[in-house]
């Protein structure tokens, strides 16, 4: 089974600090994902990334950066925390070749005080 | 940009009736999924339909897709409390993209 972890289940963080949250899979997928989710609006894609070292803007990247120097890692970063960054962050993959099935890790619910 | 809308936002319905939800969409679509969430969780997979498909099924789950009206239900059959949770719609249009309604929040009550 496919597994994609995510480093932090609650993540308490004060506003202007830097954040980090971490997503690997273990299933060689070459396609990861970082949505937030927030009610009523569904899940908003963030960034996304095709392969290592690449990377494409979601529908909301504002105040967000990602990094993929693993194939099996994606990190998304918040540069200096806002309140308005408070959410839930979701990670997912898939594999690249015309499946378009994604996997998600559990989520990182981040709070900015 | 939103690009399904599920209908109803909620449903609480009692244990063995069945269950369904609607999704409409705006654009042209590849295929359409359903996943689902239980309360502070991931995502799950449910079912996918491409495009060229009108009905797919899987287990206690229908799914049906009408192109011309860009609109998808899901049925779930013989419900069971295990089946409460979230369920969204997501649309894959090019890129391997995928955008996901809003959701529904379904209750089976035992």
């Known amino acids: ?113 | 940009s939103q690009q399904g809308e599920e209908d109803p936002q909620a449903l609480s319905i009692q244990e063995g009736e069945n269950a369904t939800m609607n999704c409409s969409y705006k654009t042209s679509i590849n295929n359409l999924q359903w996943y689902r969430q239980n309360s502070g969780r991931g995502l799950v997979h449910l079912i996918l339909i491409r495009s060229n498909e009108r009905e797919k099924h899987s287990g206690r789950l229908r799914v049906t897709l009408d192109t011309s009206k860009k609109s998808s239900s899901l049925l779930i059959t013989a419900s069971r409390a295990a089946d409460t949770a979230s369920y969204f719609c997501a649309t894959e249009s090019l890129n391997e993209k995928l955008t996901f309604g809003t959701g529904t929040r379904l209750t089976i009550i035992p």
Request: with cysteine.
């Open chain 1, 1 to 113: 089974d496919v597994k994609v972890t995510q480093s932090s289940r609650y993540l308490v963080k004060r506003t202007g600090e830097k954040v980090f949250l971490e997503c690997v899979q273990d299933m060689d997928h070459e396609n990861m994902f970082w949505y937030r989710q927030d009610p009523g609006l569904g899940l908003r894609l963030i960034y996304f990334s095709y392969d290592v070292k690449m990377k494409e803007k979601g529908d909301i990247p504002e105040g967000y950066s990602v990094s993929r120097e693993k194939k099996e890692r994606f990190s998304l970063i918040l540069e200096s925390a806002s309140t308005n960054q408070t959410s839930m962050y979701l990670c997912a993959s898939t594999n690249g070749d015309g499946i378009y099935e994604q996997y998600f890790g559990p989520g990182t619910r981040l709070t900015v005080t």
